[in-house]
């Protein structure tokens, strides 16, 4: 949000008198400024001081401004002329305005009126908005003092509501009271007659505010019009604060809000905004949108894109299998399912990448019905064009499965690097087999990974062996049916999980003590922040806990009767 002073007066405001006197004021003020000196002279004079301030020639623009021609064309100029407004509007001129004439014309105002509110908080540069707006005060006071009683003009107005008028406060002062009067923005706009203002900034912020005001407001995940406004592209890329647009701004919201659990509604709205996250850092629409709401956002929507990846693979499977009438794939496609959503239940995936081949991506595009906006890696040869592969980042461990006859590859690390490599655009069948092999051993000498064949009496069985095997232990009732669970406990009884400490965990370990050395006593809890604030990273408090004890059983942290975490004495 824009950070503002507080709202001055606000209660003071007669609004019923400023509703009755919108009305002539505007009228008149059309009237002034279609009026004012159009002549083929005034426009010859207009070009010249164009000229003179580009060129930067300003003691013979000063000498022009001391005639009250002069300084209506200049203000003409800045509001119609950006190149001559940032050049020369600023404290010296105003000042120097000031001084040749203490009162302005009529005309001059009205230009110095409209120019505040087309512009607004883009004028405050330096002191050159309060010096406007004292400027302004100063000559409606000027006009005002001798008449005895109040008239219909902008001038009169004005000088009654000068004290939030005036103020970079106004805009939020206007959405504040349109909902204390639980009013439509634009409603409340018509009723003080403020939407006749000139088109621009000002009332630009006024609808930003209450965009965002009432995104923060409306129920969590629910649908709301207001979401179809901020998705259009002239209001998202809408400037606001801080280099950053109204959609930035609204992308926050809605990520802070959510979660780890968008609704479809809002998530599909973060998505048809600002695309899929996962492509090349360099990208321009990574480095238009997601790069200025920071990496933890982004961390957030790659793990939500982990469920939707999941769902469109699952579902090109299922749809191929009723396609197709394949019995086999269609026999075991329920229990994949439950193992890789079960996967996801356990909440240990950080990423995923999709891989489709032609065929596949336009059944993918019939489960959506309609466009997709997540990004995938193309399947390349034709032996793969209709089949679906998907990548899971598991922290200690990742999978590559595919639909069909593809194995089930578990990796102990990551398989390649070129699945971190988000320009990447396409892959082969010996890229996932052969090429993924090759580049797990030239990256782990003592690397572990296990290719298995979906036979529908053992796969299961590997799968959550070769994982206990390496120190993973998984939540049998999550990636198991409750018939399978039964059989598996029936035949083979619980895996028994060795104790070993992943690449992961020992990183995770270091970067705890690192906390430790530097924040400590801490407690868990403290340390769940650290690790966000640190190091970009959501760990539950149990993982945490974990790890702790662990680390203190090999005499690395200690325990206090108060619940604190530190290093030992000797460290």
């Not at 370990?509 to 400590?520: D, G």
């Amino acid at each position: 949000m824009l950070q503002l002073p507080s709202i001055p007066k606000l209660h003071d405001a007669q609004w019923e008198k400023v509703t009755e006197q919108w009305g002539k004021l505007t009228a008149n003020t059309k009237k002034i400024a279609d009026g004012a000196g159009q002549s083929q002279e005034f426009k010859a004079l207009e070009e010249g001081v164009r000229r003179l301030v580009l060129q930067g020639d300003f003691e013979q623009v000063k000498k022009i401004l001391r005639k009250r021609r002069g300084v209506r064309v200049l203000t003409q100029l800045w509001i119609d002329n950006d190149e001559v407004r940032k050049s020369s509007f600023n404290e010296s001129f105003i000042s120097f305005i000031q001084e040749q004439h203490p009162k302005l014309g009529m005309s001059s105002l009205m230009n110095l009126i409209s120019l505040l509110y087309r512009y607004f908080d883009d004028l405050n540069i330096g002191s050159a908005f309060h010096k406007l707006t004292a400027w302004l005060s100063q000559q409606i006071d000027m006009r005002l003092k001798d008449r005895k009683r109040s008239s219909d003009t902008i001038l009169s107005v004005l000088h009654q509501h000068k004290s939030w008028l005036f103020d970079m406060t106004a805009p939020k002062a206007v959405v504040d009271l349109a909902k204390k009067n639980h009013l439509d923005l634009n409603d409340q706009l018509k009723q003080l007659r403020l939407s006749e203002l000139p088109q621009g900034r000002f009332l630009n912020i006024c609808h930003a505010q209450y965009y965002l005001e009432t995104l923060r407001d409306i129920p969590l995940g629910e649908d709301h019009e207001i979401l179809s406004e901020l998705s259009k592209t002239e209001v998202a890329g809408m400037p606001f604060e801080d280099g950053k647009r109204i959609g930035h701004i609204a992308l926050e919201i809605i990520i802070d809000r959510s979660g780890g659990a968008p609704s479809s509604v809002w998530q599909n709205f973060v998505l048809d905004l600002a695309g899929d996250p996962r492509i090349a850092s360099t990208a321009k629409n990574y480095r238009e949108w997601w790069m200025p709401i920071g990496e933890n956002r982004i961390k957030t929507v790659t793990s939500w894109l982990a469920k939707e990846d999941l769902r469109l693979f699952l579902g090109a499977i299922e749809e191929y299998g009723k396609q197709s009438g394949d019995e086999a794939l269609n026999r075991m496609f329920p229990a994949r399912k439950k193992f890789l959503e079960g996967l996801y239940e356990h909440g240990i995936i950080r990423n995923t990448r999709l891989m489709l081949g032609n065929s596949a991506a336009s059944t993918v595009k019939k489960v959506l019905g309609k466009s997709m906006t997540t990004n995938f890696i193309k399947l390349s040869d034709s032996s793969m064009n209709d089949k679906a592969v998907i990548y899971l980042d598991c922290g200690d461990f990742h999978i590559v499965e595919g639909s069909h006859a593809f194995k089930l590859w578990i990796y102990m690390g990551l398989p390649s690097a070129r699945l971190s490599d988000y320009s990447l655009k396409k892959l082969s069948h010996s890229d996932l087999t052969t090429g993924f092999v090759r580049d797990f051993n030239n990256a782990y000498d003592e690397g572990s990974y296990k290719a298995i064949t979906h036979s529908p009496t053992t796969w299961q069985r590997n799968a959550i062996e070769f994982l206990a095997e390496n120190g993973v232990e998984l939540d049998l009732e999550k990636v198991l049916s409750r018939e399978d669970y039964q059989v598996y406990l029936r035949r083979f009884g619980t895996p028994v999980v060795k104790k070993i400490k992943t690449e992961a965990s020992k990183t995770l370990e270091a970067q705890i003590l690192r906390i430790l050395e530097t924040k400590s006593p801490i407690k868990a809890k403290g340390l769940v922040n650290a690790m966000l604030s640190e190091f970009g990273l959501v760990i539950e408090r149990s993982k945490i806990n974990s790890i702790l004890y662990s680390l203190r059983s090999e005499g690395k942290a200690v325990l206090d009767s108060e619940y604190f975490w530190s290093l030992p004495e000797d460290h």
